[in-house]
């Protein structure tokens, strides 16, 4: 937030929940195209529909990769769509051998054109101990000192300087649960930093589907028509349309 651009109050879709919310953030679509409405690792349900985000990435020879926390990540976008995907699932109760930090460490090492890393801890958290809890605060700040060790892995590769890091949720939550339309389930954080973004508090209303279309606009890759995302162009410092009307059908910020 201190060299990036960013917004407390961007908004996630309804149902606000993990699956769901990951698929409109990679396909740039609401759930009504992308058809994604379950919450579990449901593979006979097959992937997200549309072109996302790693298929255009992959499509243009660069080296895509999905480093996660839960297995169910594995149906937002095609196995050809990613040249590598891993994930260490605490929840299936299986020990094993690495961590998902050692997993994306190994990746930034190999290098990689777009990267996904998903950080788990904060939600399993909060579903045990409450939102907001000092529990959840915890993983929240064990995630942190994992990013970080992460970007200093960029860092001595080389890449830092050159990468667009963009940092958000899927979903809020209150309680112990989330996934309904509730302010505090809907609201999250949208933060981007790196080359060419103009620092600062964002005034457009950013919607979970734009992130797709920011990393698109970066990149430089065409943007499918059928997105109801639309690049953050004000994180450029590009002028920004105050009436914009994004977001999905029934859903207002």
């Not at 939102?131 to 892995?153: F, H, I, T």
């Not at 300087?161 to 112990?176: F, K, N, P, Q």
């Not at 060419?196 to 919607?207: D, F, N, S, W």
Request: glycine share 12%; aromatic share 8%.
């Amino acid at each position: 937030m201190q060299n990036g651009a960013y917004t407390l109050r961007a908004q996630t879709i309804s149902p606000s929940l993990t699956l769901p919310a990951h698929a409109s953030m990679l396909t740039g679509t609401c759930p009504a195209k992308h058809i994604v409405r379950w919450n579990e690792y449901v593979p006979e349900n097959g992937f997200a529909l549309g072109a996302d985000i790693f298929d255009l990435a992959h499509a243009s020879g660069l080296r895509t990769v999905i480093v996660a926390g839960k297995e169910k990540l594995r149906q937002v976008t095609e196995p050809g769509s990613t040249d590598f995907f891993g994930f260490i699932d605490t929840t299936d109760k299986v020990k094993d051998i690495t961590t998902i930090e050692n997993m994306a460490i190994g990746q930034i090492r190999e290098g990689f054109g777009l990267m996904l890393m998903h950080f788990p801890d904060g939600d399993l958290a909060g579903h045990e101990n409450g939102w907001m809890s000092r529990a959840q605060l915890r993983a929240y700040k064990n995630d942190d000192r994992s990013l970080g060790l992460l970007l200093d892995v960029m860092k001595d590769g080389g890449i830092y300087d050159d990468a667009l890091i963009i940092v958000t949720s899927d979903h809020g939550g209150h309680d112990t649960t989330h996934g309904t339309e509730l302010p505090g389930d809907m609201t999250i954080p949208w933060i981007v930093s790196g080359p060419r973004i103009a620092p600062g508090e964002l005034e457009t209303q950013v919607y979970i589907m734009d992130t797709a279309a920011t990393i698109a606009f970066a990149l430089g890759l065409p943007i499918p028509p059928d997105w109801d995302g639309a690049p953050v162009y004000e994180a450029f410092g590009m002028p920004y349309d105050a009436s914009r009307l994004g977001g999905c059908p029934g859903v207002t910020p």
